[in-house]
Structures are given as C-alpha cells and as structure tokens.
C-alpha cells in the first residue's frame, strides 16, 4: 500500500510526506524533485520553457514511472496532478489519497510571491486557481485533511487511518 499527498501549492505536501515516510519507514517519493533531478532544471523553469500543457504530462508521466509496481511510498505529487485523469487513476489504483485542504488566506500567506513552478493562467489569481482546483482535489480525495492543523496532528490522522488498512505506525 501506498500513500499519495494531493492539495494546493503550499499544502505541505513535500514537508509533511518527508515527516510520514521518516515515521512510517515508506519512501518518499517527491514528483517535483523527480522531475527536477530528471530535467536538470527548476519547476519554474520547466514551466516557462514547457508551457502548462507538456508540463502537466510531463508531471503525470514522473508521478506514474517513479510509483510504478513499488509499494510502502509516501507520494507527493505537485498540486497540478489533477488535472490529468491518467495520473490520477494510477495513483488511486496504487494508494490511498489524502488531500490536506488549507485555507486560501494561510496557502497565500505560505507561498508569497516565490515562484514555485505553479502551473497557473497568466490571468489568474492565487484565488481563481484554488477555486478550480478545490472540487478536483475532493473528487479524487480517499480522505480530507484540514491541512493547518499541525504537522503532527495531520501525520497522526493519516497513519490512523492507514493502520485500519493495516499500515502500523
């Protein structure tokens, strides 16, 4: 069994996936770092040389390929997973998914104004990408997390409820 981490830039997906593959002894396996160690670039980079659209198959191809027949990993896809179904079915298939949903103003807050490689409309806000996003995040979710309640309580809930799957902690 395997655990996939999805939800919006800033979530905690990279922080709280290194926090629960050190607790539970899975591997992580970060798909922006995949990416980024395969490209030799950054995901900003990726993304201004790429484009939105080869970028999120590019994405989707590293998160299938790196998860692929491996089991006991801590999956942290980048928030733009959703948007490619294949990717999505893979890891559903593969692992149970937890979205760790956080409040707009605490994701803005998180993320400033650092490029983070965020596939995002040059006409769209921060505000307009959570708002596309939330719904799919809940479509393909096994299981909503409130995602700033601490990294603690979070990584707590998910071994719980991997443990009834007979994950222990």
């Known amino acids: 069994m395997n655990i996939t981490?999805?939800?919006m830039p800033g979530s905690g997906k990279s922080f709280i996936g290194r926090k629960l593959a050190e607790r539970s002894g899975f591997s992580l396996v970060d798909v922006d770092k995949v990416i980024e160690k395969e490209a030799g670039l950054s995901l900003q980079q990726l993304v201004e040389k790429m484009g939105s659209e080869e970028f999120l198959d590019c994405e989707a191809e590293a998160a299938i390929k790196s998860t692929e027949n491996r089991d006991n990993l801590v999956i942290s896809p980048g928030g733009?997973?959703?948007?490619?179904?294949?990717?999505?079915?893979?890891?559903?298939?593969?692992s149970?998914?937890?979205?760790?949903?956080?409040?707009?103003?605490?994701?803005e807050a998180r993320i400033g104004s650092v490029p983070r490689g965020i596939v995002i409309a040059e006409n769209k806000t921060l505000a307009d990408l959570?708002?596309?996003?939330?719904?799919?995040?809940?479509?393909?979710?096994?299981?909503i997390l409130k995602g700033d309640t601490g990294p603690e309580s979070i990584?707590?809930?998910?071994?719980?409820?991997?443990?009834?799957?007979g994950i222990a902690e």
């Open 5 to 7: 981490l999805i939800g």
């Open 80 to 94: 733009s997973i959703i948007y490619r179904a294949r990717a999505m079915a893979h890891l559903k298939n593969i």
């Open 96 to 107: 149970k998914i937890f979205y760790l949903k956080v409040p707009l103003e605490t994701l």
């Open 130 to 143: 959570h708002d596309e996003r939330v719904p799919l995040y809940e479509k393909y979710a096994d299981y």
């Open 155 to 165: 990584i707590k809930h998910i071994l719980s409820k991997v443990s009834e799957k």
